[in-house]
């Protein structure tokens, strides 16, 4: 394009681009692409993103393996089995059938049935045979433990006649008897003391039932003899022995009062320290001895 005298080469872009004006601001440096930032989220915003991550959570927690689904149907399994092996037997045992008849014979004709076998007619019974044992057994020799009739007749005969003898020698007795000593007695001065070692001359003197000499003693003729010498006139019988004296305590008793049993069995002299000196049974002897029995009292002659 010519204007005037100057020639211009520019195009006609070049020349739209000068005449039109700018409104944009110059920009010096390169251009560039820059993301626009995101908008920030607000907080109800970010609540229920939160909210519905957590419940995708819980279901996806909650949803049940293909693993356990087989393990909840093969125990559910197992179970129906075995409550069904343990109902039918309970079922067979039922005495009422639900159409009000008997099972109980039902249930038997099906175990029967169940147990019952065929044998083949060619089946042969196998021929069996009864072995022989013999045995000796050990003789037990049992040592008799109770006395037979003959021998407990044999100790009373002995015995009775050992009696015999003694009283014999007792009523052989050529001394002085206890009314010889009440007539005139022997120590005339009585004392507890005395009268126990008086007593005590005596040791060793057969025990004979009914005796009331040094030949031999029973226990209420010991007593009598020996207080017949201090002038003490007693019956030959512990209970009489008893009522006629004094009863003391324990305590109070001393060597010389007399030890009566309560029921009238026996009596002997007081020896002191629990000791009483009798004349004890047959086959015995007048001797000191630990008292056996506390069902006992105490008399005392001659002191007022």
Known sequence: MTTGNQT?????????????????????????TVPAPAAPLTRRAAREADSRAQKAGAVVGKRPSAKKTVVSVAVMTITAGLFGTMALPAFAQTPTSTDGTSSASAGSALVR?????????????????????????PVVVKT?????????????AASAEATRASFAASTAYSGKTASDYLAAPAHPAFSLAAVYQTALQYVGTPYV????????????????????????SLAHSVPLQSAAGTTISQADAQPGDIVVFNNGSHDGFYAG?????????PGGFVSVRPLWSSDVHFVRFGIK
């Open 8 to 32: 211009s080469s520019s195009t006609p872009t070049q020349q739209l681009r000068r005449t039109t004006p700018r409104t944009d601001p110059i920009r010096t440096g390169p251009i560039a």
């Open 113 to 137: 049935q169940s147990q019952s076998v065929s044998v083949s007619s060619t089946a042969s019974a196998a021929t069996v045979s009864r072995d022989d044992y013999t045995t000796t057994l």
């Open 144 to 156: 008799p433990t109770t006395t037979t009739a003959a021998s407990l007749s044999t100790k009373a």
């Open 209 to 232: 039932f009914g005796g009331a000499t040094p030949a031999g003693f029973d226990c209420s003729g010991f007593v009598m003899y020996v207080y017949a010498q201090y002038g003490i």
């Open 273 to 281: 320290n629990g000791m009483i000196l009798d004349a004890p049974k």
